[in-house]
């Protein structure tokens, strides 16, 4: 299978994916060295890649710094595959309201909804979407989510969180996924 990732940062998830994985980020960084990469702004370039050429498209925390995401979606579309599958995940606009924009980058927020609303719209099928804990340990141990909730209790994410489990038990993320028919 082909993955392309998209704003790919210093590359982690596609070192990480065992796929045939393609990256793209806006600019060229030391951690990049190694991957199979373009350069590109997807708010106004195009990817350079053949229609229907991926299997798989991800990006994670790229989609809420995009003011015009539409030439990013529409690309994404373009070289995804029929039948492949879009897997974009932002910040939970639900739980990060109030520290959103202490990033002076994040330009739109999302939700559950809104997430589905978006790949609905530029015409994905089979969309879903759900908040996402970050930590690994809960996908391992599920049942630790509910120390997550009630973190989510008492903590609040109006302030930086520098341990990683508290902060990524509060601020959890949108995962949405959807099929190109």
């Keep these: 299978m082909k993955l392309l990732d ?24 030391r951690f990049h060295e190694g991957l199979n ?3 590109a702004d997807l708010e106004h370039d195009f990817i350079l890649h053949e229609d229907e050429f991926f299997d798989v498209v991800f990006s994670k ?18 070289v995804l595959k029929p039948n492949g599958r879009i897997i974009l995940m932002v910040p939970d606009w639900n739980t990060q ?29 089979n969309v879903s979407s759900e908040n996402f804990y970050q930590l690994p340990i809960l996908w391992q141990f599920p049942k630790m989510k509910l120390v997550s909730k009630m973190l989510q209790l ?16 509060v601020e959890l993320m949108v995962l949405g996924t959807g099929v190109k028919p």
Aim: charged letters at 25%.
């Design 37 to 39: 990469i373009d350069y």
């Design 97 to 125: 309201y109030k520290i959103f924009y202490d990033d002076y980058t994040h330009r739109t927020p999302y939700t559950k909804n809104s997430m589905e609303d978006f790949l609905q719209m530029f015409g994905f099928q």
């Design 61 to 78: 925390s790229l989609l809420e710094h995009l003011a015009n995401p539409e030439n990013f979606i529409t690309e994404c579309h373009r």
């Design 6 to 29: 998209v704003g790919c940062g210093r590359g982690d998830f596609s070192r990480a994916f065992n796929l045939d994985v393609f990256s793209i980020d806006k600019e060229e960084t």
């Design 154 to 169: 008492f903590v609040s994410p109006n302030y930086k969180i520098k341990n990683k489990f508290i902060r990524w038990s």
